[in-house]
């Protein structure tokens, strides 16, 4: 059903260890990309969804952070039994530079790992239908696409299961999101089914551009995102700007500005927003007059945005 796919910075992967038993629950499927050296915080997240009983695709040859040249200690950690979990898939990234001879190799490697592929780009999808032959039909495919004339690159996969992943968050500056707000998210929730896959997915309100780190906060954003059921429950996203935007000073009170318009547009009674876990923690920050960290503060809309799309799909 739903993949959220999360690059493996620190507080993508705390949202994963303390949303694994709702995860397990839902049959919820994170897709994790190891973006950082060390592995620990990777291991103390799938320890939390194997005692979950839960599911995860980790991405053995990551694209992007420290292990993008190299993912052979991501294979060593899946190779050593540590987890205690079957249900840990190996998820092989098809990108546009990888070749067929790639796919086989990661497959075979990986084949004790319940591979998962993973398609961002791919070139040779005919090949690998061919490859997998009478495995097609048990097999696994993310496709990991915005575009909607791919329908033929899928079909090659028919049979198999296959589930869609799409980046509903627009990079900009923060300050310039204010603009924009709120906008479209998805109605891949709405349609997954309809295109004949078993699941759907998208990068939570981080979006699929990475980069190592934020550079400094002009100004402070609140990502939250909501569905509305008078618009045939789309997903939109609603964006909480900083008033003070000219400088990169006072990250605090930038945040109390943009926490001002949360609790301001909460209590207008005409909210669209579910109150969530991380809706109250929020109400709490706020009552305290308390800034946590922006890295904080992103974890709570992950896990706003994995609560709201539980409770639609409930």
């Known amino acids: 059903m739903y993949h959220p796919y999360f690059r493996g910075k620190q507080f993508e992967l ?6 694994a038993p709702l995860l397990a629950g839902k049959n919820f499927v994170p897709i994790i990309e190891p973006v950082r050296e060390s592995l620990g915080g990777l291991e103390k997240a799938l320890k939390a969804i194997s005692d979950a009983k839960g599911r995860a695709i980790v991405i053995v ?28 898939s190996a998820g092989i990234l098809l990108r546009g530079s990888s070749s067929m001879k ?3 190799a990661f497959f075979e490697t990986h084949k004790a790992h319940h591979p998962t592929f993973v398609h961002a780009g791919f070139n040779e ?41 799409r980046d509903g968050f627009e990079r900009r500056k923060n300050a310039d999101y204010a603009k924009t707000s709120p906008e479209k998210f998805s109605e891949l929730h709405v349609t997954y089914s309809d295109l ?19 550079g400094p906060a002009y100004a402070v954003a609140i990502h939250l995102t ?14 909480f700007v900083s ?14 500005q943009a926490l001002q318009k949360l609790i301001d547009e909460l209590n207008s009674g005409n ?16 009552a305290k007059k308390h800034f946590p960290g922006l890295g904080y503060v992103k974890k709570l809309s992950m896990i706003h945005h994995i609560e709201t799309i539980s409770h639609y799909l409930d």
């Not at 078993?198 to 934020?214: P, T």
């Not at 008033?243 to 109390?256: E, V, Y």
């Open 125 to 165: 999808p005919k090949a690998l239908a061919q490859y997998l032959g009478s495995d097609l039909g048990s097999s696994t495919h993310v496709f990991v696409s915005d575009r909607n004339d791919d329908i033929l690159y899928r079909k090659h996969f028919n049979g198999s299961r296959r589930i869609l992943v």
């Open 196 to 214: 004949g896959l078993v699941g759907f997915g998208d990068f939570l309100i981080v979006g699929d551009a990475y980069s190592e780190s934020g």
């Open 14 to 19: 705390i949202t994963i260890r303390e949303m």
């Open 271 to 286: 909210s669209k927003l579910l109150e969530t876990t991380a809706i109250r923690e929020f109400r709490q920050l706020h």
């Open 243 to 256: 008033t003070t935007n000219d400088t990169p000073t006072d990250p605090a009170g930038k945040f109390a």
């Open 61 to 88: 040859n990551p694209q992007h952070g420290d292990h993008g040249d190299d993912g052979t200690n991501i294979s060593a950690l899946l190779k050593g039994g540590t987890i205690g979990n079957t249900d840990i």
């Open 102 to 104: 790639d796919a086989q």
């Open 226 to 239: 909501y569905i509305d059921p008078d618009k045939e429950n789309v997903m939109y996203i609603h964006h």
